[in-house]
């Protein structure tokens, strides 16, 4: 009898916290973010173009981020950006995540603080007399696609056009500035190749 009553209990809380969330998350949503109520952001946090942007279910993103997702910049621009996280994805504080095109993480990818990726360059032309902030933004390639399963490290930068296959680690203070396949270790300034993941004898082996 004691069991069944406590079997009630715990479904009549878990009801009302999945309520609460859920009310929270999906209707009290003020950047109109695809976000459902089994993910969080930290607050405080800054997003742009929240409609662009969608987060599957149990992700989270720490505190101090800012998500951009850019439809234009300069007058005359058209960009059509969009910032895509997956599932049970978890994302450390101060995290800067700015599209004009596409930015992609996946299923289960865990990433540190600091963490800044772009899929976009800021141009600069030092010969004429605009201020850089006036300048035109150069958006050359693909998007940015992070695969699933991935770790990466404190401080790290991702920068245009780069694809990081399923499974990857990235060293801290790395600047990813080219794609990698499945299951590869990278490190440094610009990002190398150190390691890839051997099934047969199940390690990481040295390249």
């Known amino acids: 009898m004691l069991s069944f009553v406590k079997s009630k209990i715990n479904s009549f809380l878990f009801s009302r916290i999945e309520s609460y969330f859920k009310q929270k998350f999906t209707s009290g949503n003020k950047w109109g973010v695809s976000l459902p109520y ?9 997003i742009e173009g929240g409609d662009k942007i969608s987060v599957g279910d149990y992700s989270s993103i720490g505190k101090m981020a800012w998500l951009g997702a850019f439809a234009s910049y300069l007058p005359g621009d058209k960009f059509q950006p969009s910032i895509k996280i997956g599932n049970q994805v978890r994302i450390g504080n101060y ?23 772009s899929d976009h360059g800021h141009g600069y032309n030092p010969i004429v007399d605009i201020p850089p902030a006036k300048q035109p933004l150069e958006v050359k390639g693909e998007g940015v696609r992070i695969g ?17 296959g399923n ?25 190398k190749l150190i390691k890839k993941y051997d099934a047969g004898l199940n390690d990481w082996v040295s390249v």
């Open 95 to 117: 995290a800067c995540i700015v599209s004009v095109k596409s930015v992609e993480i996946e299923d289960n990818t865990l990433i540190s603080e600091y963490f800044y990726v």
């Open 38 to 46: 089994t993910s969080w952001f930290e607050l405080p946090m800054d």
């Open 167 to 191: 499974n990857c680690v990235v060293g801290s203070h790395s600047v990813v500035t080219k794609s990698f396949p499945d299951y590869s270790m990278i490190a440094g300034v610009p990002a």
């Open 148 to 164: 699933k399963n991935c770790f990466i490290g404190y401080r790290v930068t991702v920068l245009p056009g780069v694809t990081l």
